[in-house]
């Protein structure tokens, strides 16, 4: 991880507050830090993260040196509007996933 946002974001873990947003009272902090219009809107820049070497999680941070993930990181960072047809495309993929409900699926309590 980058070590200036390590160290960002060790300054950003306050000592465990319980609110009742958070009830758990574990530290909230943005996954996208470079994101220009805010942690809540969904565009490209998560890519330009990874590639600046910002991603917060590890397995996120893993796609910028993978041959392969790096290339589509790349090409996503740069084209917004790829980014978004692609992304589209995956919802409607998704979204075609049936879910198992009931007896018919499996909990998992321990990934």
Do not use: W
């Not at 946002?5 to 306050?14: D, E, F, K, V, Y």
């Amino acid at each position: 991880m980058d070590a200036g946002l390590r160290a960002s974001l060790q300054g950003s873990c306050p000592p465990h507050t319980v609110t009742p947003q958070n009830e758990s009272g574990d530290t909230i902090v943005p996954m996208n830090l470079l994101a220009p219009h805010g942690p809540f809107r969904l565009d490209n820049s998560f890519y330009r993260s990874v590639l600046a070497g910002k991603a917060v999680l590890q397995i996120d941070q893993e796609l910028a040196s993978d041959g392969m993930a790096r290339l589509i990181a790349a090409k996503f960072a740069v084209g917004p509007r790829k980014f978004r047809k692609q992304f589209a495309r995956s919802m409607v993929k998704l979204a075609s996933v049936h879910v198992l409900t009931g007896e018919q699926g499996e909990v998992r309590l321990n990934c």
